[in-house]
């Protein structure tokens, strides 16, 4: 019946379009989650896990849970080996971007910018290849990737995970997971739970309601474990007052009953504050000890073999905690030839780093990510540039630090061009190619001069650069980062959301003699633009965000149109801070300071639409340097919606509804698309005005055309009901958008479904 009518939905289409080409290729938008063959794949590793336990006996398998320490193995995480029983040890390391404290290991784009290119494939590939650099070094686990939500705009990490929707860091998260483990490497789906901000995450609490807990924050968590995820990690903070490691309703509860996961969770590291969190679900401590350093001291460890021995831990919770971690091992494939740690993180000269290069083709894609990550804001015909005679090149962030771009430590000061964040989920770069070398490089081959000033304070000389050029090129920056470092006054969370550096007055400067001045943007997430945002004399404008490696390249790619600007804004960009629906809660003198989230279901987009806010860009915003048509929308539900569904129902996972369209190339050059779909929930389920529920990004010629097809699964059509703790199908009429962002809607349709 599906095939019928999607086939009927076709000709239909091709009938009704005039200029559609004869025989336009269908644009699939989802890999099939084979949720049998996930399923399958847990059963046989359990299987091995369970007969392996058998002859553990109880320090053993409580060895499986316990890490050995802060550097005291090569990794920042380590299990210990188990010879007796033919386990060789578990090496645990960051991270999101690349493997950390490493040599000879690329630096990739962040998580912002895999989320801003809005592409599925290159986000398996990015996961493929951070996977495969991780097996190269002996990585048994790869703590990524980072799925948090950005909820408050300021928050410290929303650069490693970034997206300011659920749907897209849902599909983020899962085909992150699955890259990583086609490598055979374990991933790790963080932070578990609602760690949106970095002050007070040590002890504050996140307090989230339970349909807004689901709907939102579990959500990329859900699809991870849909995907197969081998671990989660639970996060520093509290929620609901309870410390998330040793909350029995988030992980014995809501991870493992009602989600389903089949994995192990492991603390953050010292987020184990009692040996009774293992009764609350907590699976496995890191770094192993009990507090900041090298002490051997383990709320797990022989406390915990003495909380079984005293009968405070069950004995059928330590079976439970090992099967659980043994099977993980088991479903990568790990129990074969998989390779031992090379890597020695505490010292690059310690002879155990044996610097394997482990970056193979990588460059080629971090390129590519980047490219495709650059979301054009604004383009007056400025762009692409066309062998300008003269170009002048301004700001800190243009150029490398001078020291090096590996010249502080987990990349904690922002001195020359941001290509990450800071903290942990840092790499070291095997190299930077910054945006004056890129652009230099590219005007001596088109025969245009180059002009540079490098200082963000000395606007005479930026505006003594600028003056007279065809173009003046203004970088800009800001930072963030983890809570347990400070760069310039910024403790993780951004203290506001200006560009550092005083880089609204540099644009300003620049924008007053230069009347082509071109503004990158290079920042962990948005920023205020007002002050020079509509000044005439600014003809474009690039967030660049946080490109790794390649960071010039890239750049140049898209400046000069080898590449077709085809990014798209992951979060809002607003008018004015207080527009945003939540904000980082800098300051409390509560012994638990109370982070509440009374926004509800109501972030990002959702918020600036329920309350009528106008935003200076929106969620899923981006220009490019073609146009394209939308045409003949079809709606085509073709399964009944059925009753109420755990998450763990494979049923809430199938389609049941088909949206088609036409998309053409009306431009004059090749270019992509990022069409998105949107739905508008019965207004019986007190839902957002809008959320989105799917997006592609399709590739087409000049005058190229192809339909586009969207599936639609009842997970995507329900809500959760908090009585009977199920997804629902709410009752009524769905309202369809199809479009280019979350306001900019080209195709308008219903669905209702029996």
């Not at 890597?343 to 980047?370: C, E, K, M, T, Y």
């Not at 920056?477 to 403790?491: F, M, P, R």
């Not at 962002?741 to 195709?747: G, N, T, V």
């Amino acid at each position: 019946m599906k095939l019928v009518l999607v086939a009927t939905a076709l000709s239909y289409l091709l009938a009704n379009e005039a200029n559609a080409s004869p025989s336009p290729a269908i644009h699939h938008t989802k890999r099939d989650v084979e949720l049998t063959s996930v399923s399958n794949n847990w059963s046989a590793a359990y299987a091995k896990a369970k007969a392996a336990i058998a002859s553990y006996n109880l320090t053993e398998k409580v060895s499986l849970a316990t890490g050995v320490g802060w550097q005291v193995g090569p990794c920042v995480g380590n299990i210990a080996a188990i010879p007796a029983q033919g386990f060789p040890g578990l090496c645990l390391q960051d991270g999101p971007l690349g493997i950390r404290l490493a040599t000879e290991v690329s630096a990739f784009p962040s998580g912002i910018n895999t989320a801003a290119t809005f592409n599925r494939e290159l986000i398996y590939k990015r996961g493929v290849a951070l996977g495969a650099e991780a097996r190269g070094k002996g990585v048994s686990v790869l703590l990524a990737p980072m799925m948090n939500l950005i909820r408050a705009p300021a928050a410290g990490r929303i650069w490693e995970g970034g997206a300011g929707d659920p749907f897209l860091a849902s599909a983020a998260a899962e085909e992150g997971v699955k890259g990583i483990q086609s490598q055979g490497v374990q991933a790790c789906a963080k932070h578990w739970l609602n760690n949106e901000q970095e002050h007070f995450r040590d002890y504050g609490s996140s307090n989230v309601d339970d349909r807004t807990q689901h709907e939102l924050y579990a959500a990329p968590f859900l699809k991870s474990v849909v995907a197969g995820v081998a671990s989660v990690m639970c996060a520093y903070n509290r929620v609901s007052n309870k410390y998330s490691c040793a909350s029995p309703e988030l992980l014995n509860g809501l991870l493992k009953s009602d989600i389903g996961f089949k994995g192990y969770v492991m603390s953050d590291w010292w987020a184990n504050h009692a040996t009774s969190d293992a009764v609350a679900g907590l699976d496995m401590t890191m770094p192993g000890n009990k507090v900041y350093g090298n002490a051997a001291d383990s709320y797990f460890g022989p406390e915990l073999v003495a909380a079984v021995q005293n009968g405070t831990v069950s004995q059928s919770r330590i079976d439970d905690m090992a099967t659980r971690i043994l099977a993980a091992w088991y479903l990568l494939g790990q129990d074969k030839n998989f390779p031992s740690p090379n890597i020695w993180s505490w010292d690059f000269n310690d002879p155990r780093n044996q610097h394997v290069n482990v970056q193979g083709d990588h460059a080629a894609l971090i390129r590519q990510i980047g490219a495709a990550s650059h979301v054009l804001l604004k383009n007056s015909g400025a762009l692409p540039l066309k062998k300008p005679r003269s170009i002048a090149i301004i700001g800190s962030d243009a150029a490398v630090n001078p020291a090096g771009p590996n010249a502080c430590g987990d990349r904690s000061c922002n001195v020359g061009t941001l290509a990450m964040g800071w903290g942990s989920g840092t790499a070291e770069f095997p190299y930077l190619v910054d945006p004056l070398s890129a652009i230099t490089a590219r005007a001596t081959a088109d025969g245009s001069s180059i002009s540079s000033s490098l200082s963000d304070s000395d606007l005479t000389a930026a505006a003594a650069t600028a003056r007279g050029k065809d173009v003046a090129i203004v970088t800009i920056s800001a930072d963030s980062g983890e809570a347990y470092l400070t760069v310039e006054g910024n403790s993780g969370d951004r203290n506001d959301l200006y560009a550092w550096h005083g880089g609204d007055a540099l644009v300003q400067a620049v924008a007053a003699v230069n009347k082509n001045t071109i503004v990158v943007v290079h920042s962990g997430g948005p920023i205020l633009m007002e002050a020079w945002i509509n000044n005439s004399n600014v003809t474009a404008v690039i967030w660049a965000g946080l490109q790794g490696q390649e960071a010039g390249n890239a750049l140049v790619d898209v400046l000069y149109g080898n590449v077709n600007p085809s990014g798209r804004l992951p979060f809002t960009i607003a008018k004015q801070r207080s527009d945003y629906a939540a904000d980082v809660v800098y300051e409390s003198d509560a012994a638990i300071p109370q982070i509440d989230y009374t926004e509800g279901l109501l972030i990002d987009y959702r918020w600036f639409d329920a309350k009528n806010i106008a935003p200076r860009f929106e969620f899923g915003f981006g220009l490019s340097y073609t146009s394209f048509q939308y045409s003949a929308l079809a709606v085509w539900p073709y399964a009944l919606k059925g009753g109420p569904r755990p998450s763990t129902d494979p049923s809430l996972y199938q389609n049941i509804a088909t949206v088609t369209f036409i998309l053409c190339n009306k431009g004059g050059i090749a270019g992509t698309e990022i069409p998105q779909l949107y739905l508008e929930f019965p207004k019986s389920s007190n839902s957002p005005p809008q959320v989105l529920r799917g997006f592609d990004s399709v590739s087409l010629k000049k005058g190229e055309t192809r339909v586009v097809k969207f599936d639609l699964t009842r997970y995507d059509l329900s809500v959760w009901d908090v009585s009977s703790q199920r997804w629902v199908i709410p009752q009524g009429t769905f309202g369809v958008s199809v479009g280019a962002s979350s306001r900019d809607k080209r195709l308008h349709g219903t669905l209702f479904l029996l």
